[in-house]
């Protein structure tokens, strides 16, 4: 499997079905994001001088904006950076909705995500801001839950990532608890006495920079690790192709709950998923911003 950087503008909607959202191969667009008026806006001094007092909370503790970049940019050295720093974006940052507008770039789309049947509820839909320092990781190789398509859009910094192909879960240890994460605690230096299989792996690595827009399909293996201070925005993308795997995790994931919480959420989000092929095919033109 090839990641493939494309430009944006010589790419059509048609041709990233067929060959990336169909197959399940991961790609990168270049300046897809230039609808966007975060592009080549956001920045740390940008977040500064704009929403230097925004609070988040990272591992159980607050840390305001301008805490969070001096600190990414090591212009704070006395406590280690945090990681992943996250605000939402959607009903936790209204203000800046029209700046990551339209949210589907032209190209995620159809997005039941967008559909008011799926705003009611939280399916892990949400829109994030993420934000970096150098040698920050994400905490363990994972698949994103309820089998959603991710989004990742940089706007500021150099990300790297790595992927792996469909069909590779064995090689990863999946926990027994949580088969969405690795039990390998270090991709990057694998105890291969612990982890025999993982030498049949094959890890692809690529580096996503400003302007770029990576798409990771559903049941791909990923991580990623900010080479320098990083600010990205990242969605779910939901539709009828990845609709029966959402709905067998909504039913797995509530049934842990109770059964009748099960039986709820499942029938509405079948019901909310018929709804939205209904739309599709009727034509229906969604708004397409943060939830």
Same mark, same amino acid.
């Given at each position: 499997?090839e990641?493939?950087?494309?430009?944006?503008?010589?790419?059509?909607?048609?041709?990233?079905?067929?060959?990336?959202?169909?197959?399940?191969?991961?790609l990168?667009?270049?300046?897809?994001?230039?609808?966007?008026?975060?592009? %080549?806006?956001?920045?740390?001094? $940008? &977040? +500064?001088?704009? =929403?230097?007092?925004?609070? /988040?909370?990272?591992?159980?503790k607050?840390?305001?904006?301008?805490?969070?970049?001096?600190?990414?940019?090591?212009k704070?050295?006395?406590?280690?950076?945090?990681?992943?720093?996250?605000?939402?974006?959607?009903?936790?940052?209204p203000?800046?909705?029209?700046?990551?507008?339209?949210?589907?770039?032209?190209?995620?789309?159809? %997005?039941w995500?967008e559909?008011? $049947? &799926? +705003?009611?509820? =939280?399916?892990?839909?949400? /829109?994030?801001?993420?934000?970096?320092?150098?040698?920050?990781?994400?905490?363990?190789?994972?698949?994103?839950?309820?089998?959603?398509?991710?989004?990742?859009?940089?706007?500021?910094?150099?990300?790297?990532?790595?992927?792996?192909?469909?069909g590779?879960?064995?090689?990863l240890?999946?926990?027994?608890?949580?088969?969405?994460?690795?039990?390998?605690?270090?991709?990057?230096?694998?105890?291969?006495?612990?982890?025999?299989?993982?030498?049949?792996?094959?890890?692809i690595?690529?580096?996503?920079?400003?302007?770029?827009?990576?798409?990771?399909?559903?049941?791909?293996?990923?991580?990623?690790?900010?080479?320098?201070p990083?600010?990205?925005?990242?969605?779910?993308?939901?539709?009828?192709?990845?609709?029966?795997?959402?709905?067998?995790?909504?039913?797995?994931?509530?049934?842990?709950?109770?059964?009748?919480?099960?039986?709820?959420?499942?029938?509405?989000?079948a019901?909310?998923?018929?709804?939205?092929?209904?739309?599709?095919?009727?034509?229906?033109?969604?708004?397409?911003?943060?939830s």
């Amino acid at each position: 499997m090839e990641v493939k950087k494309v430009e944006a503008s010589e790419f059509s909607h048609e041709r990233f079905i067929n060959e990336h959202w169909k197959p399940g191969i991961p790609l990168v667009l270049k300046n897809a994001t230039r609808v966007w008026g975060a592009y %080549n806006t956001f920045s740390p001094d $940008w &977040f +500064r001088k704009n =929403y230097g007092s925004r609070k /988040t909370v990272v591992n159980g503790k607050e840390y305001t904006m301008t805490e969070i970049m001096d600190l990414v940019e090591g212009k704070d050295t006395s406590r280690p950076v945090p990681y992943p720093c996250k605000y939402e974006m959607g009903g936790g940052w209204p203000e800046l909705t029209n700046m990551i507008t339209p949210l589907n770039i032209g190209f995620a789309k159809p %997005n039941w995500m967008e559909s008011s $049947w &799926f +705003r009611r509820g =939280y399916w892990g839909g949400i /829109t994030e801001l993420f934000i970096g320092g150098p040698g920050g990781k994400f905490p363990y190789v994972h698949l994103d839950y309820y089998h959603m398509s991710a989004w990742i859009n940089q706007l500021y910094g150099h990300k790297e990532f790595t992927v792996w192909p469909r069909g590779q879960e064995k090689y990863l240890y999946p926990d027994p608890n949580d088969k969405w994460k690795s039990t390998i605690p270090d991709i990057e230096n694998v105890d291969l006495e612990k982890f025999p299989l993982y030498k049949h792996a094959t890890p692809i690595k690529f580096v996503v920079g400003p302007g770029e827009t990576l798409f990771i399909p559903f049941g791909i293996w990923h991580t990623a690790k900010s080479l320098e201070p990083t600010i990205s925005v990242a969605f779910d993308l939901l539709n009828d192709h990845n609709f029966p795997l959402f709905l067998k995790d909504v039913w797995e994931f509530k049934k842990r709950q109770s059964l009748v919480k099960a039986v709820a959420a499942t029938g509405y989000a079948a019901f909310s998923g018929a709804m939205c092929r209904l739309g599709d095919m009727v034509g229906v033109q969604r708004v397409s911003t943060p939830s």
